[in-house]
């Protein structure tokens, strides 16, 4: 199946500070997606960007489908940036329809 | 968009006993997904559950264990059964058009 590797896995950042998290997967995908998942454990949708860059505030995106790649940028960190950030692809199935493979995900402190 | 409704929204239960979990979603839809987070790790697809038909299971998941419930096009139980303390995670469920969305997930401690 597709393998989806996301760096680092560990993050420490002080707060007002810029970061790069980088997602690779082994083969084509339909769509990729980035998810913020906060200390209760609820998964936030952040970008749906199979290709091309997209902004939302101090968060962009950057997805090059061609290379297998996404980048997520935070600048100006804080601290309730902090908790996992995922990436999932979506791949079609012989049934039809798609499911998610998430990456292990990279964890991220903010401290004051 | 898509609004998920999951409860509970956690739940401490002793080993041998089952729980079952319900997801409510704002619209229809034709797939509902859901998947296992064990503590520290990431997200793995348990089944996929289509209104109508018998639910698709991922590989190391069995409908014995896991048994899955779609009446509608709106609604999804999932049951852990017969728990042990490695079942011990959260259990999120999923609606997919394009983008997919999730309910804020189940965490679920056996003892």
């Known amino acids: 199946g597709i393998q989806v590797e996301q760096s680092p896995p560990d993050l420490i950042l002080q707060e007002g500070a810029n970061s790069t998290l980088r997602c690779n997967f082994s083969d084509s995908v339909n769509n990729l997606q980035w998810f913020h998942q906060n200390p209760w454990g609820q998964l936030i949708n952040l970008f749906y960007?199979?290709?091309g860059t997209k902004q939302n505030g101090r968060l962009s995106a950057t997805t090059v489908a061609t290379e297998r790649y996404s980048l997520l940028y935070i600048s100006s960190s804080q601290t309730t940036d902090s908790g996992v950030y995922f990436c999932?692809?979506?791949?079609?199935?012989?049934?039809?329809?798609?499911?998610?493979?998430f990456g292990k995900g990279t964890m991220l402190l903010v401290s004051p | 968009s898509a609004v998920i409704s999951q409860k509970p929204s956690r739940d401490i239960c002793q080993r041998g006993t089952s729980l079952t979990i319900q997801c409510q979603v704002d619209?229809?839809?034709?797939?509902m997904f859901w998947y296992r987070q064990q503590p520290g790790q990431s997200l793995t697809l348990i089944a996929t559950?289509?209104?109508?038909?018998?639910?698709?299971?991922e590989s190391g998941f069995v409908i014995d264990k896991f048994p899955i419930s779609r009446p509608n096009l709106t609604f999804s139980t999932l049951t852990v059964s017969n728990m042990s303390p490695e079942d011990s995670s959260i259990y999120l469920c999923s609606v997919s058009n394009t983008e997919a969305f999730f309910g804020q997930g189940t965490r679920l401690t056996v003892v």
């Open positions: 559950a289509n209104q109508g038909s018998e639910a698709t299971y």
């Open positions: 999932a692809v979506d791949r079609l199935r012989n049934s039809g329809y798609s499911t998610l493979t």
């Open positions: 619209s229809q839809v034709t797939m």
């Open positions: 960007i199979p290709s």
